[in-house]
């Protein structure tokens, strides 16, 4: 995902479209931080007072995948945004991560 799309598809999350889409990223909280990130670099008038209120408000889900020197993707971890800002970042909680070859469910540890 691009400035300009990462733009267009928080507009419309924003609007009450439901979408999806992937971001390449070393985590799932790293990908969250680049959807906060690449709106910002559209060139246009946006700003964090924009941007961070409406991917805690609007993104459900973050999973991060990774490919295996098997060539297969396995589910590394699932957070879940908050729908809250705290001191510029975007709260979360861990949904799922791997410990080897098995996922554990983190809503079971809280």
Not at 30 to 42: E, G, S
Not at 46 to 70: E, M, Y
Request: proline residues 5%; negative net charge; contains cysteine.
């Amino acid at each position: 995902m691009r400035e300009a799309e990462a733009l267009d598809l928080l507009i419309a999350l924003n609007s009450g479209l439901p979408g999806m889409c992937s971001i390449h990223a070393k985590s799932a909280h790293h990908a969250l931080v680049k959807l906060c990130t690449l709106p910002l670099l559209a060139g246009r008038n946006i700003d964090h007072s924009f941007v961070l209120p409406t991917v805690a408000g609007t993104i459900d889900l973050v999973v991060h995948l990774q490919r295996g020197a098997d060539g297969v993707r396995r589910v590394m971890d699932i957070i879940a945004p908050t729908g809250v800002v705290v001191d510029g970042a975007i709260e979360s909680r861990p949904v799922f991560h791997r410990e080897g070859e098995h996922l554990v469910d983190m809503r079971e540890e809280q």
